[in-house]
């Protein structure tokens, strides 16, 4: 079936230290691939999307690039801010039976710290 | 500017009680979704619908039910409460099926 793995939480950082937050993903065809990010009381917002192999999506400092050879599509931030702290969630979306359907990680919890 | 609008915010149900969870949105998106959130296990779609008169399960649809009539609304049905259905509800449009999704705020609900 089509699947998300994404690294375990929580993660906790210094303000200005590098972030990197795993996904890989199953999929029959060729999924599109996004990362959201979800602050506390909220909805899901959409951070960056891939829609095909060696795509990058980039957003507020946060990238990531689609990577068919390893089924990858890792986050990643040069310098997080305290601001950061959220949950992020990998998620892709692939032709079903009625349509694409949209499925998501369990998410990984980011913490940074002053 | 509206988008995804949920309502109930907050419900609490006795076991066995029914309810609906209201979703409407005003993006005239075609795609529709539902999902459940339980901590630590990320987000679960229970139904999709790709346009009007036109729905489909995803990973957890046992104990729900869902109609698409209009374009604007899709709401969730819990026929028969159960304690395992204690979860914050999300419901999300799009345009298209890869395109982003967007979401409403949520209903956090407390079967007891």
């Known amino acids: 079936g089509n699947s998300v793995t994404q690294m375990e939480g929580p993660v906790t950082l210094s303000e200005e230290a590098f972030l990197t937050i795993n996904c890989t993903y199953t999929?029959?065809?060729?999924?599109?691939l996004f990362w959201y990010v979800q602050y506390p009381g909220e909805g899901l917002q959409l951070l960056l999307k891939?829609?095909?192999?060696?795509d990058k999506g980039s957003n507020k400092g946060f990238e990531a690039t689609y990577r068919k050879e390893t089924t990858s599509f890792h986050l990643e931030k040069g310098s997080v801010q305290v601001s950061d702290s959220a949950v992020y969630f990998c998620a892709l979306s692939v032709m079903g039976s009625s349509g694409y359907a949209l499925n998501f990680g369990k998410g990984t919890s980011l913490l940074v710290t002053p | 500017n509206a988008g995804v609008t949920q309502t109930p915010k907050f419900r609490i149900l006795k076991i066995g009680q029914s309810m609906t969870l209201q979703c409407t949105q005003d993006m005239n998106h075609n795609y529709m979704y539902w999902y459940r959130q339980d901590p630590g296990m990320g987000l679960k779609l229970i139904y999709y619908s790709v346009g009007a008169g036109i729905t489909d399960k995803g990973e957890v649809p046992n104990g729900y039910n869902v109609s698409r009539s209009t374009t604007e609304d899709f709401p969730l049905r819990l026929e028969l409460a159960a304690p395992s259905q204690t979860s914050v509800y999300f419901c999300a449009s799009s345009i298209g099926g890869n395109t982003e999704a967007f979401f409403g705020q949520g209903t956090r609900l407390t079967v007891v």
């Open positions: 891939a829609t095909k192999a060696d």
């Open positions: 999929a029959t065809g060729y999924p599109s």
